[in-house]
């Protein structure tokens, strides 16, 4: 006697989807669809849950975990609330149903539709198929409004990023605004203040190292931020002449906001690209200066002639 195959039930919730109400929220589906497989007298269900993932692609643990018992054998019917809890990608959709599913012999369900893989009729197919499109739509619509809406405000100069540069924090009354740390912007101060006295951005990390002061992102960490940064290359991030020259070079600090300098191409990729400096949004006046302009446009000239020393060097 071989074992029983699993009846999967798969609930997926995105933050967006919570919006929607009740009727949405994992608890939900999962009485609905045991109800659905009681009443049909399906046994060994076995729950797949994607709670906080979103359907515009299918790179979810639950999900993957699901794929890999079906390919494992273990799975013969999988059963979802709605086509919209399974995905919202219209070719991915379309792949898993047309495709694997098929392919390895799995019998597939959406309940709110009334799709059944086993007894689809040719105009069961169609409407999948156009509730897909709209679906995938949605996502695509939803996308827009986000860009539009994260785009119109760094136009006005209000914050849209996760983390703050070092020498600033969010305000706790408005998260759209920046004000000043004030002990990171003394470190600031002082880095100005050192490379105006002759010191390279070397020299300046290994004197913020002697001195004990947590590098970027060490602090951001101590500050109780989970940030992480592909940069840090040790348990204990320290200084180095790379992230002290981001801060000399960096704009923030004359109380201009940059942003925008990166993109996606579209919503159903992550790919970042970065766009050219004449698309990047540039408010002056948004915050507190910590560096005046005097000194900052005489940093620059400074690491512009540091370049050109380095290119003209000859080894002998």
Same mark, same amino acid.
């Given at each position: 006697?071989?074992?029983?195959?699993?009846?999967a039930?798969?609930e997926?919730?995105?933050?967006d989807?919570?919006?929607?109400?009740?009727?949405?929220?994992?608890?939900?589906?999962?009485r609905?669809?045991?109800?659905?497989?009681?009443?049909?007298?399906?046994?060994?269900?076995?729950?797949?849950?994607?709670?906080?993932?979103?359907?515009?692609?299918?790179?979810?643990?639950?999900?993957?975990?699901? !794929?890999?018992?079906? +390919?494992? #054998?273990?799975?013969?019917c999988?059963?979802? $609330?709605?086509? =919209?809890?399974?995905g919202?990608?219209?070719?991915?959709?379309?792949?898993?149903?047309?495709?694997?599913?098929?392919?390895?012999?799995?019998?597939?369900?959406?309940?709110?539709e009334?799709?059944?893989?086993?007894?689809?009729?040719?105009?069961?197919?169609l409407?999948?198929?156009?509730?897909s499109f709209?679906?995938?739509?949605?996502i695509?619509?939803?996308?827009?409004?986000i860009?539009?809406?994260?785009?119109?405000?760094?136009q006005n100069?209000?914050y849209a990023?996760?983390?703050?540069?070092?020498g600033?924090v969010?305000?706790?009354?408005?998260?759209?605004?920046?004000?000043?740390?004030?002990?990171?912007?003394?470190?600031?101060?002082d880095?100005?203040?050192?490379?105006?006295?002759g010191?390279?951005?070397?020299?300046?990390? !290994?004197r913020?190292? +002697?001195l #004990?002061?947590?590098?970027?992102?060490?602090? $951001?960490?101590? =500050?109780?931020?989970?940030?992480?940064?592909?940069?840090?290359?040790?348990?204990?991030?320290v200084?180095?002449?790379?992230?002290?020259?981001?801060?000399?070079?960096?704009?923030?600090?004359?109380?201009?906001?940059?942003?925008g300098?990166?993109?996606?191409?579209?919503?159903k990729?992550?790919?970042?690209?970065?766009?050219?400096e004449?698309?990047?949004?540039?408010?002056?006046?948004?915050?507190e200066?910590?560096?005046?302009?005097?000194d900052?446009?005489l940093v620059?000239?400074?690491?512009?002639?540091?370049?050109?020393?380095?290119?003209?060097?000859?080894?002998?």
């Open positions: 006697q071989t074992e029983e195959k699993i009846t039930l798969y997926r919730l995105s933050r989807d919570d919006v929607a109400g009740d009727s949405n929220s994992i608890l939900n589906q999962k609905y669809l045991e109800s659905y497989a009681a009443q049909r007298g399906y046994t060994n269900i076995v729950h797949y849950t994607d709670d906080g993932w979103s359907g515009g692609n299918f790179d979810r643990p639950a999900w993957k975990r699901l !794929v890999a018992d079906i +390919e494992a #054998g273990k799975v013969n999988v059963v979802v $609330k709605d086509q =919209s809890r399974f919202r990608d219209y070719i991915d959709v379309g792949k898993y149903k047309e495709k694997i599913f098929p392919k390895l012999g799995v019998r597939f369900i959406t309940i709110n009334g799709y059944d893989s086993l007894s689809a009729t040719s105009s069961d197919d409407a999948f198929t156009i509730n709209v679906y995938d739509f949605y695509r619509d939803i996308s827009t409004k860009r539009t809406n994260l785009t119109a405000k760094k100069g209000e990023g996760a983390f703050v540069a070092y600033y969010k305000d706790s009354n408005d998260k759209s605004k920046l004000v000043v740390d004030q002990f990171a912007a003394d470190v600031v101060r880095i100005f203040r050192w490379k105006i006295e010191l390279s951005p070397q020299n300046i990390a !290994v913020l190292n +002697e #004990g002061i947590p590098s970027p992102a060490e602090y $951001k960490k101590l =500050s109780g931020s989970n940030y992480k940064t592909s940069f840090q290359t040790s348990s204990k991030a200084w180095s002449h790379v992230s002290v020259r981001r801060i000399l070079k960096n704009e923030i600090y004359l109380g201009v906001m940059i942003q300098k990166r993109t996606t191409p579209n919503y990729t992550k790919t970042v690209v970065t766009k050219a004449s698309e990047w949004l540039r408010v002056e006046g948004t915050h200066a910590i560096i005046s302009v005097r900052f446009e620059q000239e400074l690491l512009r002639d540091d370049t050109h020393c380095r290119a003209g060097d000859v080894t002998v």
